[in-house]
């Protein structure tokens, strides 16, 4: 009997079967870190042979880099046959930049003589998850600020567009006040002639003060026509902080004019009146003036009076309120009346 046999080879040429499968995933990045964490259901791999392998190039719960990162599964069962699918993972930096070791708010004055002040800050620290970022600020440290207060902004950004601003604020006070100089010195002069007071004229003080912004202002101002005697001239000047300082002198105006006698008597010759060795004289009385207006005079026998035989000198006497003072004098003189025989 004759035996034939043949070989019957069963194949699998049948490839595993995928289910489930993630479909693409998003997430942000992890606090303060540039990766985000990404979990996902695994998918499910079924094989008619029961005997397959199954990998990946990321597992569920890696920790994956900004932007997009494609995983890929794939399965081979034991007869080689293979299937793969993709899904993609993107991470996305939803954290901005973040400042410290930030500047207070900064208050300085002028520096002497200027409106302006020259402040310096240490710069504050910036850090980014992702690393990569840029900070600009509208004023740098050292700059040279104007008086008032000016912000200073510092702003951030990262290449995820995140950003963050952080203000501070710079103050320049004016605490210098103004300053005068070429100031007169006091003033002495005498009254006008025939008048109790005269004009008196200065070169204006200088004033300057480091904000340029001030005003100045007098009591009296220079060519006024000053009384007798002392008077305090002062200068007051502030500027737009407020700061304010005060100059003054003095003007005196002195009298060394002294009174004046007009409408004098003259030397007056009278005889003794009959029986008697006297005569009673009389006169007008002189005039007195004074530029002052106040004057005293005195004399030392009055219009009326019975002057004895001989010469008597009669004397007036003026003087003023500042002391200036003159005398007039006559003679009288009375004569023995010689009678006719």
């Known amino acids: ?29 992890d606090s303060g870190q540039d990766t985000g964490q990404v979990n996902w259901s695994e998918p499910t791999v079924t094989d008619n042979s029961g005997v397959f392998s199954v990998t990946s190039n990321f597992a569920s719960g890696s920790n994956f880099p900004l932007g997009d990162s494609t995983v890929t599964y794939t399965v081979v069962d034991a007869s080689g046959n293979g299937d793969s699918f993709s899904f993609i ?26 409106s302006s002040a020259v402040v310096t800050w240490t710069e504050p620290t910036v850090t980014d998850n992702s690393g ?93 026509r000053f009384p007798l005697g002392t008077t305090t001239v002062r200068y007051y000047a502030w500027d737009a902080s407020g700061n304010n300082v005060t100059f003054e002198f003095n ?26 060795s006297t005569a009673v004289v009389t006169w007008t009385e002189p005039t007195v003036t004074d530029n002052s207006g106040d004057y ?5 026998y009055n219009s009326g009076y019975r002057f ?7 004397k007036y006497y003026a003087w003023d309120a500042s002391g200036n003072n003159v005398t007039f004098e006559f003679n009288v003189t009375i004569e023995v009346h010689l009678g006719t025989g």
Do not use: C
């Open 1 to 29: 009997m004759f035996m034939h046999f043949f070989t019957i080879t069963v194949i699998d040429d049948e490839i595993p079967v995928i289910s489930s499968q993630p479909s693409n995933q998003s997430a942000s990045t």
């Open 89 to 114: 993972v993107t991470v996305y930096d939803n954290e901005g930049p973040v400042f410290s070791n930030t500047p207070s708010d900064i208050t300085v004055d002028t520096e002497s003589g200027l």
């Open 132 to 224: 990569d970022y840029t900070v600009t600020s509208n004023y740098n440290s050292g700059y040279r600020f104007p008086l008032g207060t000016t912000t200073v902004k510092y702003y951030a950004w990262d290449a995820s567009g995140n950003n963050v601003t952080f203000e501070f604020n710079v103050t320049i006070e004016d605490n210098e006040g103004p300053v005068f100089s070429n100031t007169p010195s006091d003033i002495t002069v005498d009254t006008e002639s025939g008048l109790s007071s005269a004009v008196v004229t200065w070169t204006e003080p200088t004033v300057t003060d480091n904000s340029g912004d001030y005003t100045v202002t007098s009591n009296y101002n220079s060519g006024y």
């Open 251 to 276: 003007v005196t105006i002195e009298d060394n004019e002294g009174p004046v006698f007009s409408n004098t008597p003259s030397d007056i010759t009278v005889d003794t009146e009959s029986g008697l």
């Open 296 to 300: 005293t005079v005195t004399l030392n």
């Open 308 to 314: 004895p035989l001989g010469t008597t000198t009669v």
